[in-house]
């Protein structure tokens, strides 16, 4: 899946920065995955609702049906997006999620870095679970 399309896709379209990390590449297939599928959403979501603004018109239909709809075809459009969601959590989300954890590297081969934070001219950091706070 690494043709030109994909990657104008990913670094042009959704400005997703260059690579690096080891487990970048699967982060942002991921992404890519989740864009596509708000993507059909909003088409698919956007023909729907045209189509029932146009079926379902005033002049079309004075008087209201109290019966409502009796097909199910948005409760089966529902389940396929739910489907298609637990395929994206099931499949490619906690597989990258157990790779990312199950492998961490060694104390000497990581790099160790010191995060900062302030809020309310209150500084946090230092050792995990110990922080320290000043102002």
């Known amino acids: 899946m690494n043709n ?3 990657e104008w896709f990913k670094y042009q379209f959704l400005h997703l920065p260059m690579l690096a990390s080891e487990h ?10 989740v864009h596509w599928l708000m993507l059909v959403l909003l088409v698919g979501w956007s023909a729907f609702f045209i189509y029932t603004i146009i079926r379902f018109r005033q002049s ?12 199910h075809l948005s409760t089966y459009m529902e389940g396929g997006v739910a489907l298609v969601e637990a395929v994206l959590l099931l499949a490619f989300a906690v597989p990258l999620w157990a790779q990312v954890v199950s492998n961490p590297p060694d104390a000497e081969n990581s790099t160790v870095i010191r995060v ?3 809020q309310f001219n209150s500084v946090w950091g230092g050792p995990a679970g110990g922080s320290e706070c000043g102002g």
């Open 24 to 33: 970048g590449e699967n982060v942002d297939n991921l992404l890519m995955y």
């Open 60 to 71: 079309r239909n004075p008087r209201a049906n109290r019966v409502g709809v009796k097909s």
């Open 116 to 118: 900062m934070g302030r």
């Open 4 to 6: 030109a399309f994909t």
